[in-house]
């Protein structure tokens, strides 16, 4: 089986694990994203058809990855192959319901959010696919465990005088901590991260739609203790509450827990452990991998993307709904001027793209 994949690379990206499980599971992985430095690839304008067409041996299947960053692929509803996308952020932004509409099969990492976009796509090739690990990266580096308290995550313009920026502002000025704040001015790289919470004793998790994050998967992985305020009812399909991972209601709850936690050592370690043994032996990317062919080799998956059968209006409306979010604004040029747009029309379709760059 061949897979072209396509998103924005770069060297610390936790996707080269994903396309390392792809390739062990006997695939060929061909990257037909945006080109980096360290990394061949193609230039967002050129069509996906034409991509896909010129490649030997032509791929089965696409997988475009969810990057928040400037890259769709344009022309993806046109190809003659089944198409797959991987939503990451599913709580965040009306345009990536309608990004989804140009794929027949929809991987969300938030259980909560399959009906919503089973809904928007109009079909029910929508599936759960959430966060994971790589054993060679994430697991217990065996380091001295100096930090009481450990958190790595977005702490800026959507986290700004919200529930996460009080709690974290809480135990900074209570426990000894890695610096919360340091990736408001420089981010972690996945090494980083993995000795921040191989020192830790406890990985804090908040998060915007109380849905299984990242944190909590490299937490558990590393050997920290996790306390988390997760509420996706899927989560007690990954984890058990009390055994693996601590769930905590409000800000005294908290601290409450960790000061017992930090009282009680072989508890805390009790807890740890059993969370490191359950994210090892099920929540890997090979196990992602294995959710993804079991999904496409069902009798029933078929070539199911709205944006197949739309109307040409309707396609370049919703085009250029996903590259105002995503700050395309050439792709939207191109797209409005392809779909017969006057000056004037053009013009009008690239002013929220252009207020969108002014303000974020």
């Not at 390739?23 to 230039?43: A, I, K, M, N, S």
């Not at 299947?61 to 928040?68: E, M, N, Q, S, V």
């Not at 058990?240 to 050592?265: C, N, P, S, W």
Request: glycine share 6%; hydrophobic share 35%; with cysteine.
């Amino acid at each position: 089986m061949n897979l072209a994949i396509g998103y924005e690379w770069h060297p610390t990206t936790l996707l080269n694990y994903l396309e390392k499980a792809i390739c062990e599971l006997g695939w060929t992985v061909t990257y037909v994203g945006l080109p980096h430095v360290f990394r061949p690839g193609y230039d967002m304008r050129i069509p996906i058809t034409e991509i896909i067409d010129a490649l030997q041996p032509k791929p089965d299947i696409f997988l475009w990855i969810d990057p928040g960053t400037r890259y769709f692929p344009v022309g993806i509803e046109n190809l003659d192959i089944p198409t797959l996308c991987w939503i990451i952020d599913p709580h965040l932004g009306h345009w990536r319901p309608s990004a989804a509409r140009f794929f027949d099969g929809v991987f969300v990492t938030e259980h909560d959010y399959i009906d919503h976009y089973k809904q928007a796509v109009g079909h029910d090739q929508v599936y759960w696919l959430p966060p994971c690990i790589e054993p060679t990266l994430h697991y217990d580096h065996n380091l001295p465990r100096k930090y009481d308290v450990g958190f790595i995550g977005n702490i800026v313009r959507a986290h700004r005088n919200t529930s996460r920026e009080r709690q974290l502002k809480l135990l900074a000025a209570k426990y000894k901590t890695n610096d919360f704040f340091r990736s408001a001015k420089q981010y972690y790289s996945p090494e980083e991260i993995v000795e921040v919470y191989s020192q830790s004793r406890i990985v804090f998790n908040t998060s915007i739609s109380g849905g299984v994050t990242q944190r909590i998967l490299e937490g558990t992985a590393c050997g920290a203790l996790v306390l988390t305020d997760t509420r996706d009812e899927a989560m007690g399909n990954m984890y058990e509450f009390g055994r693996d991972v601590v769930r905590y209601t409000t800000d005294e709850d908290l601290m409450q827990k960790i000061d017992y936690y930090l009282a009680h050592e072989d508890e805390r370690a009790s807890i740890a452990r059993s969370g490191s043994e359950r994210v090892h032996s099920q929540h890997t990317y090979h196990q992602r991998v294995k959710t993804i062919v079991e999904a496409i080799s069902a009798p029933s998956f078929g070539k199911n993307a709205p944006m197949r059968r739309a109307r040409p209006q309707v396609r370049t409306e919703t085009r250029i709904d996903v590259y105002t979010h995503l700050h395309m604004l050439d792709a939207i040029l191109d797209a409005s001027r392809a779909a017969g747009y006057n000056p004037l029309r053009r013009a009008r379709a690239v002013l929220p793209c252009l207020a969108r760059r002014l303000i974020i």
